[in-house]
């Protein structure tokens, strides 16, 4: 009797004598198969990935001529330079803590209840998952770094490219968080938005992203010290002005892993015991 299993989107094998041999696990290549999976929908519709740069050039276009003109001699550096990092770490702080929402999905539909019986481990599940946030990440930050390019901007290089991939670490930290609350309030869907809401504008404001937290008052720039996207705004920032070797950006880098390293163990942990 052949015990033949069939799992969504991926390559069914049996176990029976006689047949296909069964693929030798591993987590690598567990994980290959859920990213692969996950980049398909973004392979079949390049415009989602478009349609989130809406978005930061809104502000790019709106409040970056106020910003010029409101604090642009305080700032002491091109506006641009101090702008453009901050527009491209929100692009990643918006676009991957909305990520579990496409989990909440698949729990609908029955899709992750089908996966979780698939010789995938668990953990590859949620890792695979979170590689695929640095594709959007870095495609849409490419497209905003061409389009300034021709308002001015000139960042360095190097800082450019080490900002994207510094990015690309810290959304993947953000959306295993993402995962992992989806998980967490599969049996309340709308607690998901609450939490996310109630999260993401504090940060957000908390990181200097649209103004100078120097000029804030002394219990904000207290409280922004242990907000992590503080450490990655400031490191683009330098990077882009060419201070690659500083100690602000080994600071942006050290936030960027550390919260990669706690998104990947709340999300491993949450995928783990989501069949619970």
């Known amino acids: 009797m052949s015990a033949a299993t069939v799992s969504p989107d991926l390559t069914p094998y049996s176990t029976s004598a006689g047949r ?150 810290l959304g993947i930290g953000i959306g295993s968080l993402s995962y992992a609350l989806a998980l967490a309030v599969r049996k309340q869907e709308w607690m998901f938005w609450v939490v996310q809401q109630t999260v993401l504008f504090p940060v957000m404001l908390l990181s200097g992203m649209l103004l100078p937290l120097d000029s804030g008052p002394a219990w904000m720039r207290a409280v922004s010290t242990v907000n992590p996207l503080r450490y990655v705004v400031d490191s683009g920032r330098a990077a882009f002005a060419g201070d690659v070797l500083s100690a602000t950006v080994a600071w942006g880098w050290v936030a960027a892993i550390a919260t990669a390293a706690l998104g990947l163990v709340v999300g491993v942990r949450a995928m783990i015991r989501s069949a619970d």
């Open 20 to 169: 296909r041999p069964l693929p030798r696990r591993s987590f690598l290549r567990d994980t290959r198969i859920v990213l692969v999976r996950e980049l398909r929908p973004v392979a079949r519709d390049p415009f989602s990935v478009l349609f989130g740069l809406v978005q930061p050039l809104v502000f790019l276009g709106l409040f970056g001529p106020l910003l010029v003109g409101s604090a642009g001699a305080a700032l002491g550096t091109d506006v641009w330079l101090w702008f453009v990092p901050a527009v491209l770490a929100m692009t990643t702080l918006f676009g991957t803590s909305v990520t579990g929402s496409n989990l909440q999905l698949d729990l609908t539909s029955g899709v992750h209840e089908r996966m979780l019986v698939t010789p995938l481990s668990r953990p590859a599940q949620l890792v695979g998952r979170a590689l695929k946030e640095m594709v959007p990440i870095i495609a849409q930050s490419a497209v905003v770094l061409v389009v300034m390019l021709g308002f001015g901007l000139r960042p360095d290089p190097v800082g450019a490219v080490l900002t994207l991939l510094q990015l690309a670490v």
